[in-house]
């Protein structure tokens, strides 16, 4: 039986600016861990801004690319999202960061009426119009809620990113660590990784109980 093959979507690298290095990292190695493999992409794109992750401020002026900064955590093995065809691949996992709602969509900056990158998008869509299952960290719930509405999600306990989700016609569970929201319809897991007060520990738990319930899903019908 061949592997299970998870597209993984990055968004930069970096929290406060791109992809969570260690939800993205944990995401990998859950995966390989499940028998499967796993390809990551990323939009071509310019960041929204850079932010220096020494003083959490700002660099203005400064510029990077969205595909070219993931490749730090890919090891250069990337591929432009442009690329992605949900037909290649078992499931979609987005690990969170404030790059997941700034580059991928603009949550943190514009709410419910966020704007979704069209690449992001047609992955997302894709994938959910194949059956196929959808997983989310930290903040990325957000975004798939966006795309799909009408789902069942958790970021955790974030009120105003709980009522932004909801506001956009979709269900928020609140949830404590390596806790998991599964929308059996949609086929989408879900949990709050760093979208909560935690420790690497506490978000391997979560990552891999995301990572378990995608795998459950590749191999069980669609509802």
Not at 24 to 50: D, E, M
Not at 144 to 154: F, Q, S
Not at 198 to 223: E, H, K, L, R, Y
Request: contains cysteine; negative net charge.
């Amino acid at each position: 039986m061949a592997k299970p093959k998870v597209a993984v979507v990055l968004s930069g690298c970096g929290v406060y600016d791109g992809a969570e290095i260690h939800e993205a990292v944990l995401t990998l190695l859950a995966i390989v861990r499940k028998g499967g493999t796993y390809q990551c992409f990323a939009p071509n794109i310019p960041q929204n801004h850079v932010i220096n992750h020494l003083t959490g401020q700002e660099e203005h002026g400064g510029s990077r690319n969205v595909l070219i900064e993931a490749a730090r955590i890919a090891r250069g093995d990337i591929k432009d999202l442009r690329e992605f065809r949900a037909a290649d691949y078992d499931a979609i996992v987005f690990p969170g960061g404030f790059g997941a709602a700034k580059n991928l969509c603009t949550f943190a900056l514009d709410g419910p009426e966020c704007y979704v990158n069209t690449d992001v998008e047609r992955a997302i869509k894709e994938v959910h119009a194949a059956g196929k299952p959808i997983g989310a960290l930290c903040i990325a719930p957000a975004l798939i809620a966006r795309v799909l509405g009408n789902i069942t999600v958790t970021i955790g306990n974030d009120r105003d990113a709980a009522d932004g989700i909801e506001s956009m016609g979709s269900t928020h569970t609140l949830t404590t660590h390596g806790q998991v929201v599964i929308d059996p319809e949609a086929r989408v897991a879900t949990t709050p990784c760093y979208m909560l007060d935690a420790t690497i520990d506490q978000i391997d738990v979560g990552v891999q109980n995301v990572v378990d319930a995608v795998f459950s899903m590749i191999t069980a019908p669609a509802v």
